[in-house]
Antibody, heavy 117, light 108 residues
Framework: QVQLVESGGGLVKPGGSLRLSCAAS????????MSWIRQAPGKGLEWVSYISGSSTYINYADSVKGRFTISRDNANNSLFLQMNSLRAEDTAVYYC??????????WGQGTLVTVSS | EIVMTQSPATLSVSPGERATLSCRASQSVYRNLVWYQQKPGQAPRLLIY???TRATGIPARFSGSGSGTEFTLTISSLQSEDFAVYYCQQYDNWPPITFGQGTRLEIK
């Protein structure tokens, strides 16, 4: 079954850290760009970061640059997002998504990150 | 950064009627534009890519048009399951990948 399943969300204090994971199945994971996209409560979609299949190309939104790190483990079909120095404005549902050109064709169900004291 | 602007923010339409949603790019994205549908509590679903090509499994009542900076998503005869939020997104010039702010399609 072709799917993405995120995990690792939760409640964290401002300034804290969290690591999100995304488990991929049903397709050749290493062939695809992967991204993290977030959605603050009641708000729209915001692209956060992408990584190419071989990890050669990585980019971040300005809002998270220097605080978040994307990585992948192709041997285990997994995508990660290490989030440091978290702020209240990072509170959102975080989705992992596959592809870039032609749109994000496959999405996970999302994992909620809440940054609050 | 290419800014995507959707209008209107909210659209009220009766079931069975046609809905027309707009998306404007701050500079040309050629036809490198997609539309998503998002229902409450769900991840977005890709509807249209390449401005006008329906994704796999998307009903024919959904159609996309436009190029350059002006794009339209049309739903020809609204069904109850079509009431949702719709987002456009450009993939012509990235990073960053940018989305519109969304149009909420509600039942009139």
């Amino acid at each position: 079954q072709v799917q993405l399943v995120e995990s690792g969300g939760g409640l964290v204090k401002p300034g804290g850290s969290l690591r999100l994971s995304c488990a991929a199945s049903g397709f050749s994971f290493s062939d695809y760009y992967m991204s993290w996209i977030r959605q603050a409560p009641g708000k729209g979609l915001e692209w956060v970061s992408y990584i190419s299949g071989s990890s050669t190309y990585i980019n971040y939104a300005d809002s998270v640059k220097g605080r978040f790190t994307i990585s992948r483990d192709n041997a285990n079909n997994s995508l990660f997002l290490q989030m440091n120095s978290l702020r209240a404005e990072d509170t959102a549902v975080y989705y992992c998504a596959r592809d870039i050109s032609g749109g994000f064709r496959l999405w996970g169900q999302g994992t909620l990150v809440t940054v609050s004291s | 950064e290419i800014v995507m602007t959707q209008s209107p923010a909210t659209l009220s339409v009766s079931p069975g009627e046609r809905a027309t949603l707009s998306c404007r790019a701050s500079q040309s994205v050629y036809r490198n534009l997609v539309w998503y549908q998002q229902k409450p509590g769900q991840a977005p679903r890709l509807l249209i890519y390449g401005a006008s090509t329906r994704a796999t499994g998307i009903p024919a009542r959904f159609s996309g048009s436009g190029s350059g900076t002006e794009f339209t998503l049309t739903i020809s005869s609204l069904q109850s399951e079509d009431f949702a939020v719709y987002y456009c997104q450009q993939y012509d010039n990235w990073p960053p990948i940018t989305f519109g702010q969304g149009t909420r399609l509600e039942i009139k």
